[in-house]
């Protein structure tokens, strides 16, 4: 009786050995791309169009820029862990950039822009996430957010910051702006 | 049971997780092993054996393939151990005949012995692969299992569970890409 056991789950074995091949070698194929390697999209979680009534002291510069960008990332977020480092690694050099960053304490936000090395970016600590919900109208992270003179113009979903400045840069030139008023 | 027979059902429970995988690998994705082959196969002898173009080798790899599966399984059946131990001898022995090809000629295409998994090209690894593959078939040949030694039932539980571990190990880039995506990507997946 056990030798059929053993014989069956031999069987069993092969069969998943077999399928793990093959999802192996599926991924193998598949290009980067499509496997979630980087993307942006774009999102209509965003009070797309408005002007937010109130502005931290650390963003109050916001409505004065042309273009600006707010990444909105949360600290029990591990895609936001992986964006803070992308900016960090290959995008110091983007001033019209800020950071709002959503947590439960102002202990726990701080301690992300800490250990994060984000001290170098504007950040605002967004605690429970009550100003990037009710004056932005953003419920998630990762997401940026595109202000134009302090307005709302486009919301993104994305797992890739230089794409993402990518398509702001594309979406800033006057010839391709779309207000999305 | 003997310590003898405890080192000869580990030892061929190991070589049977590996060969598993081995030949589940060939079977997918042949055209690597077959890559590999063609670039090692003299010229004088590559039309002979069918390796004289693009594409074509893989009958061969799926055929180590085939021979790779039915030594596994062999080794697992008291009954037929040793003539599978025989022909995993010839496996090792034409393992380590690759391995010094590929360290003379200096190969550079991907073995393919665990199929995507294997970057390295045939060499020295092969050649200590194919040495133990030999050792274990004297092994086999030298120990004899008595009557109610619990190696029929011990051998093929043993083997499954070693060959699923084997397997996921060696794909355990992927398993951790997959499960990271699956809890960081989709947009608006993260809700604070």
């Given at each position: 009786m056990l030798v059929v056991f053993g014989f069956a789950l031999l069987v069993l074995a092969v069969a998943v050995v077999v399928l793990f091949a093959m999802i192996g070698e599926l991924a193998a194929r598949v290009p980067a791309a499509e496997t979630g390697a980087g993307w942006v999209r774009p999102t209509d979680e965003a009070r797309l169009g408005s002007v937010p009534e109130v502005w931290p002291p650390e963003l109050a510069?916001?409505?004065?820029?042309?273009t600006y960008v707010l990444l909105v990332l949360s600290t029990v977020c591990n895609s936001c862990k992986a964006v803070a480092a992308q900016l960090v690694d290959?995008?110091?050099?983007?001033?019209g950039v800020g950071i709002v960053v959503s947590t439960a304490s102002r202990r726990n936000g701080d301690d992300f822009v800490a250990e994060r090395r984000l001290g170098g970016f504007v950040s605002y600590v967004d605690e429970s996430g009550s100003w990037s919900r009710e004056q932005l109208g953003v419920e998630s992270s990762p997401t940026a957010v595109v202000l134009r003179r302090g307005r709302v113009v486009a919301a993104y979903a994305f797992s890739d910051l230089a794409l993402l400045r990518s398509e702001v840069d594309d979406r800033s030139r006057p010839s391709e702006a779309k207000e999305a008023v | 049971m003997a310590f003898g027979t405890v080192l000869v059902c580990l030892g061929n429970a190991v070589a049977a997780a590996i060969l598993v995988n081995a030949a589940a690998a060939k079977l997918v994705a042949p055209e690597r092993l077959a890559n590999a082959l063609r670039q090692l196969a003299p010229a004088s002898i590559a039309g002979w054996i069918g390796l004289d173009g693009e594409g074509t080798g893989a009958g061969i790899a799926r055929t180590a393939a085939g021979v790779e599966a039915a030594a596994a399984v062999g080794l697992l059946v008291p009954e037929v151990r040793v003539p599978a131990a025989a022909l995993l001898a010839l496996l090792g022995a034409c393992f380590a005949a690759l391995g010094v090809a590929g360290s003379v000629r200096g190969g550079t295409a991907p073995c393919g012995c665990f199929g995507v998994d294997s970057d390295r090209p045939l060499g020295a690894a092969n050649v200590v692969a194919g040495l133990a593959m030999v050792g274990l078939a004297a092994l086999n040949a030298r120990h004899g299992l008595g009557a109610g030694s619990g190696y029929a039932e011990a051998a093929p539980a043993l083997a499954s569970i070693l060959s699923i571990a084997l397997s996921l190990w060696m794909r355990r880039r992927l398993v951790t890409r997959l499960l990271l995506a699956r809890r960081a990507a989709t947009p608006g997946s993260e809700v604070r």
């Open positions: 510069h916001a409505p004065d820029r042309d290959g995008q110091a050099d983007w001033d | -």
